[in-house]
Protein backbone atom coordinates (compact mmCIF):
# COMPACT_ATOMS: atom_id res chain seq x y z
CA UNK A 1 0.00 0.00 0.00
CA UNK A 2 2.88 2.44 0.74
CA UNK A 3 5.01 1.17 -2.34
CA UNK A 4 5.37 1.71 -5.96
CA UNK A 5 7.22 0.39 -8.48
CA UNK A 6 9.73 2.00 -10.70
CA UNK A 7 11.17 -0.32 -13.27
CA UNK A 8 10.25 -3.34 -11.17
CA UNK A 9 11.62 -2.95 -8.23
CA UNK A 10 9.28 -2.06 -5.10
CA UNK A 11 10.60 1.52 -3.74
CA UNK A 12 8.90 2.83 -0.55
CA UNK A 13 6.16 6.04 -0.72
CA UNK A 14 7.21 8.09 2.05
CA UNK A 15 4.46 10.40 1.68
CA UNK A 16 1.99 8.42 1.45
CA UNK A 17 3.03 6.68 4.14
CA UNK A 18 2.95 9.88 6.33
CA UNK A 19 -0.51 10.74 5.02
CA UNK A 20 -1.70 7.57 5.85
CA UNK A 21 -0.87 7.68 9.58
CA UNK A 22 -1.81 10.87 10.07
CA UNK A 23 -5.25 10.64 8.55
CA UNK A 24 -5.88 7.64 10.14
CA UNK A 25 -5.15 9.66 13.38
CA UNK A 26 -8.04 11.54 13.06
CA UNK A 27 -10.77 11.55 15.73
CA UNK A 28 -8.24 9.25 18.02
CA UNK A 29 -6.01 10.02 20.95
CA UNK A 30 -3.26 10.84 18.56
CA UNK A 31 -5.43 13.65 17.38
CA UNK A 32 -6.15 14.17 21.20
CA UNK A 33 -2.00 14.48 22.18
CA UNK A 34 -1.59 16.79 19.03
CA UNK A 35 0.60 13.36 17.70
CA UNK A 36 2.31 13.98 13.98
CA UNK A 37 3.64 11.39 12.35
CA UNK A 38 6.73 13.85 10.54
CA UNK A 39 9.23 11.58 8.89
CA UNK A 40 9.38 7.57 7.44
CA UNK A 41 12.05 5.18 5.94
CA UNK A 42 11.91 1.49 5.09
CA UNK A 43 12.77 0.68 8.81
CA UNK A 44 11.35 3.61 10.57
CA UNK A 45 8.89 5.85 11.31
CA UNK A 46 8.84 9.34 13.38
CA UNK A 47 6.27 11.39 15.19
CA UNK A 48 6.43 14.57 17.55
CA UNK A 49 3.81 15.16 20.21
CA UNK A 50 4.14 18.73 22.09
CA UNK A 51 4.60 19.22 25.83
CA UNK A 52 2.12 21.38 27.37
CA UNK A 53 -0.46 20.81 30.11
CA UNK A 54 -2.53 18.43 28.29
CA UNK A 55 -0.19 15.65 28.44
CA UNK A 56 1.21 16.82 32.11
CA UNK A 57 1.51 14.60 35.19
CA UNK A 58 -0.09 16.60 38.58
CA UNK A 59 3.88 17.79 39.09
CA UNK A 60 3.98 19.82 35.52
CA UNK A 61 5.87 16.73 34.04
CA UNK A 62 5.50 14.95 31.07
CA UNK A 63 3.12 12.42 32.12
CA UNK A 64 4.69 8.75 31.35
CA UNK A 65 1.33 7.38 30.13
CA UNK A 66 1.54 10.01 27.09
CA UNK A 67 4.85 9.16 26.70
CA UNK A 68 4.01 5.58 26.56
CA UNK A 69 0.93 6.54 23.86
CA UNK A 70 3.05 7.89 21.78
CA UNK A 71 5.81 5.13 21.85
CA UNK A 72 2.73 2.73 21.00
CA UNK A 73 0.72 4.98 18.14
CA UNK A 74 4.28 5.51 16.13
CA UNK A 75 4.95 2.09 16.92
CA UNK A 76 1.69 0.37 15.71
CA UNK A 77 1.67 2.69 13.24
CA UNK A 78 4.98 1.97 12.14
CA UNK A 79 4.18 -1.83 11.22
CA UNK A 80 1.55 -0.95 8.46
CA UNK A 81 4.70 -0.31 6.38
CA UNK A 82 5.25 -3.89 6.57
CA UNK A 83 1.56 -5.51 6.14
CA UNK A 84 -1.49 -5.44 3.83
CA UNK A 85 -4.04 -2.71 5.47
CA UNK A 86 -6.87 -4.71 3.19
CA UNK A 87 -5.86 -8.18 4.37
CA UNK A 88 -3.82 -7.34 7.98
CA UNK A 89 -4.50 -5.54 11.42
CA UNK A 90 -1.68 -4.84 13.65
CA UNK A 91 -2.65 -5.12 17.66
CA UNK A 92 -0.11 -4.17 20.60
CA UNK A 93 0.57 -7.06 22.24
CA UNK A 94 3.35 -5.60 25.02
CA UNK A 95 4.98 -2.37 25.45
CA UNK A 96 7.66 -1.43 27.96
CA UNK A 97 8.88 1.89 28.70
CA UNK A 98 12.52 3.48 30.79
CA UNK A 99 11.71 7.09 31.41
CA UNK A 100 14.72 8.01 32.05
CA UNK A 101 14.93 12.50 31.59
CA UNK A 102 12.08 14.43 32.33
CA UNK A 103 10.16 17.56 30.54
CA UNK A 104 8.19 20.29 31.18
CA UNK A 105 7.42 21.84 28.19
CA UNK A 106 8.12 22.12 24.51
CA UNK A 107 8.28 19.24 21.95
CA UNK A 108 9.33 15.28 21.88
CA UNK A 109 10.30 13.47 18.96
CA UNK A 110 9.42 9.25 19.48
CA UNK A 111 10.73 7.46 16.34
CA UNK A 112 10.43 3.79 16.30
CA UNK A 113 13.09 1.53 14.37
CA UNK A 114 12.21 -1.82 13.31
CA UNK A 115 14.46 -4.76 15.23
CA UNK A 116 12.71 -8.41 14.30
CA UNK A 117 10.20 -7.90 11.94
CA UNK A 118 8.69 -11.64 11.41
CA UNK A 119 5.54 -12.85 9.59
CA UNK A 120 3.40 -12.16 12.52
CA UNK A 121 5.50 -10.37 14.98
CA UNK A 122 7.15 -7.57 14.68
CA UNK A 123 9.51 -6.05 17.51
CA UNK A 124 9.79 -2.06 17.53
CA UNK A 125 12.46 0.11 19.63
CA UNK A 126 11.31 3.62 20.33
CA UNK A 127 13.32 6.79 20.82
CA UNK A 128 11.68 9.36 22.45
CA UNK A 129 13.79 12.58 22.76
CA UNK A 130 13.66 16.44 23.46
CA UNK A 131 14.46 19.25 20.93
CA UNK A 132 18.43 18.86 21.32
CA UNK A 133 18.13 14.94 21.08
CA UNK A 134 18.37 14.23 24.80
CA UNK A 135 17.08 10.74 25.58
CA UNK A 136 13.82 11.38 27.43
CA UNK A 137 12.22 7.49 27.17
CA UNK A 138 13.40 4.02 25.66
CA UNK A 139 10.95 1.77 24.75
CA UNK A 140 10.24 -1.75 22.95
CA UNK A 141 7.02 -2.65 21.70
CA UNK A 142 5.96 -5.93 20.37
CA UNK A 143 3.40 -6.07 17.63
CA UNK A 144 0.90 -8.86 16.43
CA UNK A 145 -0.14 -9.17 12.56
CA UNK A 146 -3.46 -10.63 12.35
CA UNK A 147 -5.60 -11.28 9.54
CA UNK A 148 -8.08 -9.19 9.00
CA UNK A 149 -11.74 -10.55 9.88
CA UNK A 150 -14.10 -10.21 7.37
Same mark, same amino acid.
Given at each position: ???? $????????????????????????????????? $???? /?????? $??? =?????????????????????????S?????? =??????? =??????????????????????????????????????I?? /?????????????? =??????
Amino acid at each position: MINF $TKNNVMMFDREKMLQLCNDWSKNTLMNTLDIVY $TDAG /EDFLTA $TMP =VNPRVHQPMGLLHGGATVALAESVGSAASLMF =VNPEKQE =VRGIEISANHLKSKREGMVTATAKIIHKGASIHLWEIRIVD /EEGKLISLCKLTNM =VLSRRQ
